[in-house]
Nanobody
Framework: QVQLVESGGGLVQPGGSLRLSCAAS????????IGWFRQAPGKEREGVSC????????YYTDSVKGRFTISRDNAKNTVYLQMNSLKPEDTAVYYC????????????????WGQGTQVTVSS
């Protein structure tokens, strides 16, 4: 069973940066998508960014394009989310998740989830 462990969250001032990490283990297939999702209080969980294990294709939601970068280190089975120019509206619990195969960056398609890490952007 795949296990996902997030790290790197915290408190940062507006305009600052954070890098989230998602360490994965227990894969049963080499073809998968890992995504970063976030959920703010009172809001639905939204897909922030996703990356495929094969060709490395990526997806970003419009609100983070140009500010966030997703990357992967296959040797370490780790996916990163570099977040720059953070805004208060980026405040949320960030989760990484995995779906086998190649699919859309939609939360309903992902079956394996990490425990989440809190990101707070505030002065």
């Amino acid at each position: 069973q795949v296990q996902l462990v997030e790290s790197g969250g915290g408190l940062v001032q507006p305009g600052g940066s954070l890098r989230l990490s998602c360490a994965a283990s227990g894969f049963i297939s080499a073809v998968y998508v890992i995504g970063w999702f976030r959920q703010a209080p009172g809001k639905e969980r939204e897909g922030v960014s996703c990356i495929s294990s094969t060709v490395g294709s990526t997806y970003y939601t419009d609100s983070v394009k140009g500010r966030f970068t997703i990357s992967r280190d296959n040797a370490k089975n780790t996916v990163y989310l570099q977040m720059n120019s953070l805004k208060p509206e980026d405040t949320a619990v960030y989760y990484c998740a995995l779906q086998y195969g190649i699919g859309l960056c939609k939360a309903s398609l992902f079956r394996s989830w990490g425990q989440g890490t809190q990101v707070t952007v505030s002065s």
